[in-house]
């Protein structure tokens, strides 16, 4: 069965055995996955690489269970490295999810989570092909991405053959700050912000599929001028898998901002062509593409091109291709993947980067899922 017949008909079966209350039973003991990465990593300056360096980058532990047949729970920590005897444990993310039971077939989410917003922000580093994040995710939507609290509800539209979901988010607005915008400490009342993904799939041929999805997401940027943001993306994922042993996934976003802002996130004033602050509507964006070719099941190869502006600057551009290899043995269970990436900032000497990722999995939470 093609992967996009699956998916279809998941979505729709779902259904079905919701309406029988049959969906899932209670679990007592939790799926638990133990997720370890780890980097060697070198770069240039000045045209001489740097001494290679082996660091431990981040553990992640995934708890996973259904509370009911009508819901279930996941749970992540988070160990970031790379003092593994200094670092804290963290919550990444935390929340429950109500599949069953509401009518329209509404599903709800309500905790601490990867927003639904474009198509890389929903996966988590380990799952990731490459090893570094996207230009453009990290500078309009930082190293954490869009992760927050918040209540999240999503249907399947009656679209017919075409799987078509549409999820609305109400957050809290933490995740703006530091890259996105102005960390809040004015103590007032908690900016909200909103997201919204509109997502379709397509069965293209018997072995391939299409997903392509529009997302939207505002919140306050400057809580102190009480100013607005506003972030348009476009994504698309094709994948092509004429067997279980080859694939090839094509898939790449485009993001749009828009603001109005007095002063950057450092709290500098922007300033005119005089040298006087001014009020400045700005209008930036990024995108990044990438293909991953899958080949005799447990290797792939593929590359990436990024290009990005910022936030708070049409100017501030930057530019990235990197190639990246992966070996998957055992049911991907363990990953290692080699990395390189040139990225050339604007006005400024481009930085050449090699990295091997070693990650593993332990539990059910599998290390990178092609």
Sequence with gaps: MQAGSKIWRTGWLMLALCGQHGLAQTSVNPDISVIPRFIIQTHDRAGKFSRPDYAFEE?????????????????????????????????????????????FGLNLRFGKYRVDYGKLNLAHPHAWPFVTQPLSQERFLGEEGLNDLGLSASVLLPTGNIYTKLTVDLLRGEAIGETTGIADTTGGQPAYANSARLTGFFTLTEHSDLEVGLSGYTGIHDPYQRRRFYYGNVDFKYKYRPSSYNSLVVQGEYLFNSRTAQQDRDFNP?????????????????????????????????????????????????????IFFGYYPVEETLGLRLHYQNTKPAAAESVNFVALQVLFSLGPHKAHPF
């Design 270 to 322: 922007l300033l005119n062509a005089q040298g006087n602050p001014e009020s400045r509507s700005i209008h930036s964006s990024g995108l990044y593409l990438y293909a991953d070719y899958q080949f005799k099941k447990i290797y792939s190869l593929g590359g990436r091109y990024d290009w990005s502006q910022t936030p708070y600057s049409k100017d501030d551009k930057a530019s990235a291709v990197t």
């Design 59 to 103: 553990l992640e532990i995934v708890m996973q269970a259904y509370l009911n047949p009508f819901s279930k729970a996941d749970v992540v920590f988070t160990l970031p490295g790379p003092d593994l005897e200094e670092s804290k444990l963290g919550i990444e993310e935390l929340y429950a999810s109500v599949v069953c039971g509401l009518p």
